[in-house]
């Protein structure tokens, strides 16, 4: 093995053993009140079904998780010996191993870095995703929709893409107000972050909050949201004092869409958002092309219909265009690179899909709220400890064979081997690094990403530099 792949893994191999072997897992369920007598079924049991070897603790059968458990564990128990251990203790007890690898965070050294982005200490990207339970649930986790009888849970998740490390995490209900959990992730922004902002997490308090703490934000900006610059030839009165409406002069958005030909880009260098805030901004206005605008009305109209609203004609003929407000400086972000950075906000979406198509966590039938919500935790920590795996595989591969690695193959390789680290680590950290270290030869294989022809990747955008085999489109 290679010394240096070497020693950046047994680091890993040894922060998993610190945080997930079987007598740690043990004293923090003693502390919790999970375990309170000798049981056969212990902590390293209830981590082993819901993060290791069943990713469907919600809706498959406890008949089949007491087999599950036997078959890899040696622990004998009934179904409904199963069920009642699925109880708020062993529920605090998985939420309190999620807390704690989130905020002790896996080897949080590993870090991107190139010339495109020395600005910035961190690239934050704030989304959720939601998923609809059965009607069942309604009463704990009320649904999105309005109805109190929809039942639904939304994850809050905002992390760094730079270092893949979790910053901020909330379980909840459907009905959770996006704009509100914005406001709260706040309170862990530092000074040269990046927040990228999307319309959900909208607030011009909150943009400038992020400005007083020395930090940056790209936000996409509401299209009923007033933009004025300054009057360069304001009036006053005969006192000399200036006349407060003709301080500044709004902008006529439809006008300078208008003035914009498909797919061009141009910028207002200080301009001053909103009626009353005016919040000191750079604006950049993109046209969308005529096929972007299509699909983008196309899916309003799905959305109108789905929710019985209906858009206002001023800003439907907006939709052509995407506006968006920074406080970086021209020379930290050209104008020609904001719409690309700020387009780094999908990487979320991947994360998100994987952990429907790989780690079904929205899988639920009808069973207790304890059940469901060991499930919910249960599928975070292996969420987490797999975007760990997977960036700090990431950071090795473009080191040391200057390969970009895809983060969609890598979490379903990773989740693959799953079985194999729940036995290292009971083993030890030899094992454990074994295991790592094959896991590593196989994501060097397989695991490298597809640069489509004209397709931006990650390392692209953010000017990361690695070796590429383009795949050109084959001639028609």
């Known amino acids: 093995m290679n010394s240096i792949i070497s020693e950046e893994l047994t680091l890993f191999a040894q922060e998993l053993k610190r945080f997930l072997s079987p007598a740690i897992l043990q004293k923090m369920a003693k502390e919790i009140g999970f375990v309170r007598r000798k049981s056969k079924y212990q902590a390293n049991e209830l981590i082993a079904l819901c993060v290791w070897l069943s990713q469907e603790i919600a809706s498959t059968s406890l008949t089949q998780l007491c087999s599950r458990l036997e078959a890899s564990t040696g622990v004998l128990m009934s179904p409904e010996g199963l069920n009642q251990r699925f109880n708020p203790a062993a529920v605090a007890f998985l939420r309190e191993v999620f807390t704690s690898l989130l905020t002790q965070k896996l080897c949080s050294n590993q870090s991107l870095s190139a010339h495109m982005i020395s600005t910035f200490n961190r690239i934050r990207i704030l989304d959720a995703t939601v998923f609809q339970l059965p009607d069942y649930f309604a009463t704990d986790y009320q649904g999105s929709g309005g109805s109190s009888n929809t039942a639904g849970v939304k994850i809050q998740l905002e992390y760094d893409l730079l270092s893949g490390q ?26 040269s972050d990046l927040c990228l902002r999307d319309l959900g ?106 929710k019985g609203i209906a858009m206002k004609g001023k800003s439907k003929r907006l939709m052509g265009m995407n506006v968006y407000i920074t ?3 021209l020379e930290e972000v050209p104008t020609s690179f904001v719409h690309a950075l700020y387009s780094l906000r999908w990487q979320i979406e991947i994360l998100f899909k994987t952990w429907k198509s790989f780690f079904e966590i929205d899988e639920c039938k009808n069973s207790k709220r304890e059940r469901l919500e060991c499930h919910l935790y249960g599928q975070l920590i292996g969420i987490l400890l797999c975007s760990s795996t997977m960036f700090q595989m990431r950071q090795l591969l473009l080191e040391k064979k200057k390969q970009e690695l895809s983060e969609y193959k890598a979490i379903y390789m990773i989740k693959d081997y799953f079985s194999l680290l729940f036995q290292a680590i009971a083993i030890g950290t030899e094992e454990l690094l074994n295991v790592l270290y094959h896991l590593y030869q196989l994501l060097k294989k397989n695991g490298r990403k597809c640069h489509r022809y004209k397709k931006m990747t990650v390392f692209d955008i953010l000017g990361v530099v690695y070796e590429t085999t383009m795949k050109h489109r084959q001639a028609a």
Not at 265 to 285: C, F, H, S, W
Request: aromatic share 8%; proline share 4%.
């Open 166 to 191: 979790f910053l901020n995490v909330q379980l909840g209900p459907g009905k959770n107000n996006d704009k509100t959990y914005g406001t709260i992730c706040l309170e862990t922004v530092e000074a």
């Open 201 to 306: 997490y909208f607030d011009l308090g909150d943009l400038q909050t992020i400005h007083d703490k020395e930090a940056y934000y790209i936000s996409r900006l509401k299209l009923n949201t007033r933009i004025y610059i300054k009057n360069p030839e304001p009036e006053y009165f005969k006192s000399g004092t200036l006349k407060k409406q003709t301080e500044y002069i709004q902008l006529d958005m439809k006008q300078m869409m208008s003035n914009l030909t498909s797919g061009e880009t141009m910028e207002i260098p200080e301009g001053y958002i909103d009626q009353n805030q005016k919040l000191p901004a750079r604006v950049i206005i993109h046209r969308l092309t005529d096929d972007q605008t299509q699909t983008r009305l196309k899916n309003q109209a799905i959305r109108e219909k789905k």
């Open 327 to 329: 406080n970086t400086s």
